[in-house]
């Protein structure tokens, strides 16, 4: 009878371990006093780390309705946006505490947050920069945090002190991409990133479809990017069904084409822009200013819609007189669109112009690299958008340095690159040779 005693002892034990009030209920397809019973949400626990649980929700709970109401009472028009979440552990929790971050993955936790946060998400709080729920995070991703942490029970010494690391920012989660929501990433485009910096000597091929997408130098971000002057969070890529954007959360500062994005605010990115870290070209030491061309590969396409392009970006405007980007030919993997017969240093090479953009520069990221005799191009001089029957549109990058002229006369930002026509590149250099281009039709012989 007593090993009987002792058999029902161990089973009542394993029972209570097991039991969870937050799925009870559940378990016989019958919600237990709650006609509103809904399976996603969260429910109390009174087992194990009911602690640890009770200290995060009654955090986030009074970060709702007291510090969001509150602010909000001032800064109406403002969104904060969650970074991480803190635990602190006195020296009774921090056992419990080590068990509960190993028993859940980081993953895990992070959409134990979103629950969390509920409806919130996508009205006053954001989470497309939250990366993570620990005990610790470094110096440097908390970087552009504030510490937001209740003053609760002073007098007594909770077990679990909860911390939660964010910032506010102006305007409404609402303006961002509707498509995009945060607490669940939607399908998007194929789009290929080509990333350059420290953690590689050559360019390394990136391809992301699931939008938004966090860009940072965190190893929790969904694109890593190594550099010195790189956020942990440092900028999100957004889809709306149509059109790709960028906002920036940077504290050094993001370019996109040569132009610097307002932190807080987003915008629209072209097909083959540039992406620069820390400042505004990103042409070398790569290990403190890294770049990124992000190129579509493809667009999602609803049954019976018909595909459409990506805007050009407003940070690189056409220039006035000149005729609108022509629409991009139809690519395939080996047919050229179109060949550039070229003077250099080395000689007179040939270039087919296989795929769009085409970047011509003496960066060993270009699709021509430009040797380095040719001391008056820039790194990343020149870009070809799209190509019709009549010729190019080109991206004069090199603008307001060395140049780009044609026929004795400078170039703008963006023109017509007529077949034909010969430009030259880094004319202005006079310790250095010229480089000269030819662009020509494919079934025109050089």
Known sequence: ?????????????????????????????????????????????????????????????????????????IGFNEVFLLHYIEIAADSQGAEELERFLREFPPDSRVHWVKKLLGPAV????????????????SVEELAETDPFEEQLNQAATPLYRIILHGRWESGPV????????????????KLRLSVLDAKEAAPRALEIERFPAVLGSSAQADIEISGYYVSARHCTLHWD???????????????????????????????????????DRGEEGYDRYPAVRAQLMR???????????????????????????????????????????????????????????????????????VPDANQGVSREHLVIESIDRSGAVALNRAVARNGTHARNQPLPERFVWRFGEEIVLGEKWTSAPAVRIALRPVETPA
């Open 1 to 73: 009878m007593a090993r009987l005693n002792g058999k029902a002892g161990f089973w009542g034990r394993i029972g209570s371990a097991f039991e969870r009030s937050d799925i009870a209920g559940a378990i016989d397809g019958e919600p237990r006093g709650d006609s509103h019973y809904d399976a996603d949400a969260v429910r109390p626990t009174s087992t194990r780390y009911a602690p640890i649980r009770q200290a995060v929700e009654r955090r986030v709970a009074n970060f709702l309705r007291q510090d969001l109401v509150s602010h909000l009472e």
């Open 122 to 137: 996508g009205q006053r709080v954001s989470v497309d920069q939250f990366l993570g729920l620990d005990k610790q995070f």
């Open 174 to 189: 609402a303006a961002e991409p509707a498509a995009a929501s945060p607490a669940s990433p939607q399908e998007g485009p």
């Open 241 to 279: 069904g149509q059109q790709l954007w960028l906002a920036d959360h940077s504290t050094n500062g993001t370019w996109v084409d040569g132009g610097r994005v307002r932190r807080g605010s987003r915008i629209a990115l072209a097909n083959g822009a540039l992406l620069s870290f820390g400042r």
């Open 299 to 369: 667009h999602p396409i609803a049954p019976g819609a018909v595909a459409t392009p990506v805007a050009p970006s407003a940070s690189t405007p056409i220039a006035p007189g000149i005729a609108a980007p022509v629409s991009v030919q139809a690519q395939t993997e080996n047919a050229p669109l179109a060949v550039l017969v070229i003077v250099d240093a080395t000689g007179s090479p040939r270039r087919d112009v296989l795929k769009l953009p085409f970047t011509i520069g003496r960066g060993s990221a270009q699709d021509y690299v």
